[in-house]
């Protein structure tokens, strides 16, 4: 990954007049890299244990019924926690909280890659999600607050938004390889190395960030939210896990909205709130975080659906298919390091819409995948640009919900960020599943042409969710300062 760093900065300091604006000394290279190594190593966690699953369940003796447990653990605190964890870094030091975050994330994985039985494997991952909700905004805010606001902080978000899209794909990849080659243990244990390596370096470049003056932490509102995004998060992934008329899944979803009202009315009325209304009124704030969640929604859900594609018609096996998504990888590295150029070009209003309005002409040709292995060129071809567009939206949706912000709001406005991203990730999979079993039943047969009508017909649907954030982001996202400044 340093190598990485290292090529984009090369590219970065030598395209042209802005590259002394963009250029990062020693200590802002290390504190990115560990930064970095952070993000992209969490990121990989949402995925890695998915192909490995039922080997775990074996080998640990988890009944089938109760296996998506081991995924859904770990969502719904990492979901669930971040935007309380977010406001917490803010209060009380942002590099504190990142490092009891990976101090967390490396004794957890360590009981997760030891485990022997299932409730040990639970607590694990409950623990590493909790370590994702606190370094994940943590290390956000530290990388808005390291850089000014312009090119270099830009370029970094860039970065981060690159390894953390292909942290997704690079796990369900190396899950398999290592499940295949080794044991799905070392997908525990790799993050106990990670853990020890940034622990080591963190506190060296690093700087600590908090306000002279600690307000009175709204425990009440900080209840609500919390509450409130996980049951949203467990009524979606119930959703997704049986079906939508499941009355669990809905009463979930349904009591979720009512804390959240309730989060939003004591938000209102506190001396200290958790998350002063007045962000959540900024356009900037409110659209871009609606951009993000809509950015992660339509492209993690595609995966899915393309994977259903390739095991399901194809007949590919899931490592064969988890390899075939190294080329979305390459696209939203690729991504990452254009998006920040485009906004420089357009400024991150018209960078997201963009971003969205190519990726969907990229998705669109996929409605006409057919059922034999000669259209796996376009399916390569159509991800590889759509990883790029996805970058693109991604890096400017970052930019625009923290930009213009003081830094003693940055730790909140980054964990809004990643509230959107996971709820995103959280919600586009049940949706999409949704579609192709509505199809499916429209048609009234479970043959592979009626699975692919099902898969084909949820692709035009995402193409559309694309057109439409598009749309919506162009009509009531207002230009910020940097769009202004940019035109």
């Known amino acids: 990954m340093s190598s990485t760093v290292q090529a984009a900065d090369h590219a970065v300091n030598h395209s042209g007049p802005g590259a002394d604006a963009m250029r990062l000394r020693g200590r802002q290279r290390l504190a990115l890299l560990v930064l970095l190594t952070a993000s992209f190593t969490l ?162 470049v690093l700087n600590e960030s908090r306000p002279n003056e600690r307000p009175r932490l709204d425990f009440a509102g900080a209840a609500a939210v919390t509450l409130g995004l ?79 594609y390739l095991q399901k018609i194809l007949g590919y096996s899931p490592l064969a298919a988890g390899l075939s998504f190294a080329v979305l990888g390459a696209g939203t590295v690729l991504g990452g390091i254009i998006g920040p150029k485009a906004i420089g070009k357009l400024g991150s209003r018209r960078a997201i819409v963009a971003g969205f309005l190519l990726q969907a002409a990229a998705t669109i040709p996929l409605m006409f995948l057919g059922p034999d292995s000669r259209w796996i060129l376009l399916l390569l071809v159509a991800t590889f640009i759509g990883g790029i567009a996805n970058l693109v939206a991604i890096v400017g949706y970052v930019v625009t919900s923290t930009s213009d912000l003081p830094d003693t709001e940055q730790g909140l406005a980054t964990g809004l960020v990643t509230m959107s991203q996971q709820v995103g990730i959280t919600m586009g999979i049940p949706i999409m599943s949704a579609i192709v079993t509505a199809r499916i039943n429209a048609l009234g047969d479970t043959g592979p042409a009626a699975v692919l009508g099902g898969i084909t017909t949820a692709i035009g649907v995402n193409a559309l969710l694309c057109v439409l954030a598009a749309a919506a982001i162009a009509l009531f996202l207002r230009a910020a300062k940097s769009d202004m400044v940019s035109a």
């Open 230 to 308: 996980l049951a949203l998060v467990y009524g979606l992934t119930t959703a997704g896990e049986t079906s939508w008329g499941n009355p669990l899944a809905w009463g979930s979803i349904l009591a979720g909205f009512v804390f959240l009202v309730v989060f939003w009315e004591i938000e209102k009325r506190v001396a200290h709130p958790l998350v002063p209304v007045a962000i959540l009124k900024r356009k900037s704030v409110a659209w871009g975080n609606i951009a993000g969640l809509l950015a992660f929604a339509t492209e993690t859900s595609l995966v899915f659906l393309l994977t259903l």
């Open 43 to 204: 990121a990989v966690d949402f995925s890695i244990l998915n192909v490995a699953l039922p080997t775990i369940g074996a080998d640990i003796g988890f009944s089938l019924d109760h296996l998506q447990w081991i995924a859904t653990s770990f969502a719904l605190c990492a979901a669930g926690f971040t935007l309380f964890f977010g406001r917490i870094a803010d209060l009380f030091g942002r590099r504190h909280l990142f490092l009891l975050g990976m101090a967390l994330l490396g004794v957890s994985s360590l009981v997760g890659g030891l485990a022997q039985e299932p409730v040990l494997m639970i607590i694990a991952r409950v623990a590493q999600g909790l370590a994702t909700a606190m370094v994940v905004p943590a290390a956000l805010s530290l990388l808005t607050t390291s850089f000014p606001e312009g090119p270099q902080r830009n370029r970094a978000l860039g970065l981060n938004g690159a390894l953390m899209a292909a942290g997704f794909t690079t796990g369900a990849i190396l899950g398999g390889v290592l499940t295949d080659l080794l044991s799905w243990r070392w997908a525990f244990f790799i993050n106990v190395f990670v853990a020890v390596v940034v622990l080591l370096m963190a506190p060296f």
